[in-house]
């Protein structure tokens, strides 16, 4: 076999150049190519929550609450000092409280006595349960409401009748500023024209227990003015 040795002396030149050729590269790549820095890592502090003693505060402080039957031992402009079975509590008022008297009528702070029987309902504002935001608040021991009485007058005086009605034995009655005098056909009277033994109607604010009407409606005297006596026919 003859041997082309111009073409094998070709392959020898080419292969002797190329092998440094491919290393000088890859040397080169490799000297050029930055090093990567790690970027450092931080691992974030955990505070675990005593959850128990925030499930235990979450729970009582602004949970609705519900005090039956206190009793009123203490008072001032916002606030009532309630006691129950021995527990005391601070009951605190806002623009948002309603109040009501026994039978359902609107009430007022001013009006809860020290010694009154309460129910409270609100919001407590503390984990010991003994501080409440009151949103209604009903006095059992004013025990008014409105209401209308017949009856004749017994006793008066320049403000008050004593009135005997046929149920709810005797009844003193006050008259205020605004209270209106009628007579049978609804015309205006005075004080001085109602006198004793005259059948009345009596309307305002009963309070059952002191047996009095007060913030008086209207009072209407069925005896005035007198009918005239019916004459025989001859």
Known sequence: ??????????????????????????????TISPTATPTPTTTPLKIRPNLNLLGKIKSQIGKRGWIEKGIVTVKSDSSLTVTKEGNTYTVNT??????????????KLSEISVNDTVNILGKWQNEEKTQILATHIRDLSIQKRHATF????????????VLTTVNRGEQTVTIISSTKLVNRKMEEITMSDIQIGHRIRVKGIWDLTSKTVTETIQIKDFSIPIQPSPTATP
């Open 1 to 30: 076999m003859k041997l082309n040795i111009k073409k094998i002396t070709t392959y020898l030149l080419f292969s002797f150049f190329l092998v440094p050729l491919q290393l000088r590269t890859t040397l080169s790549l490799a």
């Open 94 to 107: 806002d623009v948002n409280t309603r109040y009501r008297r026994r039978f359902g009528g609107e009430s």
């Open 150 to 161: 017949f009856g004749t007058v017994k006793t008066k005086t320049d403000i008050t009748l």
